[in-house]
């Protein structure tokens, strides 16, 4: 499961690692905690119209990349908060499709390692799915609705924080840098110059890449939260395409 805060941030996000993991086996599903509302330079636009284009937006990169599915939770862009109600929407998420693995963006990361500011909505969206994996969803006494209305307590497995100033693993996305490249072309509401856009990206996933010895790479700060002996097919599916960083 992917929780991000906005439209286009799974694809500028995690795409590559998502797109190798669905073609390894795995089945994804892609949580929006906005729908980007805010997201434009000009002020007599219809917040209401560019969400709903922005939606659009995202469901044709979901389906290129290979997602189940998209969830939008509808929260203000711009003052995402990491509160109770913002917790229980993403805990009854988890426990509905039950993932092995998390990915969202590392709440701990306020400038980036190029010296840019992380946006504030990209920290909420963090720090609150970290608290909704743990302790949340796996708390059968968090929400205890949920667990009466049929969705038990789930143990996600693994943390995978993105756009992280700590990385410790590398993914190889050498085969899906161009359907992350597809899936980020339909964000044509946020693309003033794509192909500079697209340009950067593949740059990025280059110098990544040469971390581990491959073309292109996403780096990620994962957290085990449990290494049980028996792992499924999901999950070691994902790990398949994760290389360790070199010593």
């Known amino acids: 499961m992917i929780i991000v805060a906005h439209p286009d941030d799974a694809d500028f996000g995690p795409a590559g690692a998502a797109a190798a993991w669905i073609d390894a086996g795995s089945e994804g599903w892609l949580v929006c905690c906005t729908s980007g509302d805010a997201g434009g330079e000009d002020p007599t636009l219809d917040p209401l119209e560019l969400a709903q284009a922005r939606e659009e937006e995202q469901r044709l990169a979901a389906r290129i990349v ?27 998420e988890i426990r509905t499709f039950r ?3 998390v990915v969202t963006g590392d709440p701990e990361v306020i400038i980036n390692g190029n010296g840019s500011v992380n946006h504030t909505d990209h920290r909420a969206a963090g720090l609150a799915a970290v608290d909704a994996v743990f302790p949340a969803a ?3 006494m968090a929400f205890p609705w949920l667990a009466k209305g049929g969705l038990a307590a789930h143990k ?7 756009w992280s100033n700590q990385p410790n693993s590398w993914i190889d996305v050498s085969a899906t840098v161009d359907r992350k490249i597809e899936a980020l072309r339909c964000h044509a509401s946020q693309l003033h110059e ?3 856009v697209f340009e950067r990206v ?8 040469a971390q581990i010895g ?17 792992e499924s097919a999901e999950v ?3 790990v398949t395409a994760e290389q360790p960083q070199g010593h």
Do not use: I
């Open 236 to 238: 070691g599916a994902a």
């Open 214 to 230: 491959v073309a292109a790479a996403e780096g990620y700060r994962v957290v085990v939260l449990d290494e049980d002996a028996d």
């Open 138 to 140: 796996r708390n059968p």
């Open 156 to 162: 996600v497995r693994r943390l995978y924080l993105m």
């Open 194 to 196: 794509p192909e500079k």
């Open 202 to 209: 593949r740059g990025r996933l280059a110098e990544q890449g």
């Open 99 to 101: 993932p092995d693995a």
């Open 66 to 92: 290979g997602y189940s599915g998209v969830t939008f939770l509808h929260q203000p862009d711009g003052a995402l908060a990491n509160d109770l109600p913002l917790r229980e929407m993403l805990v009854r």
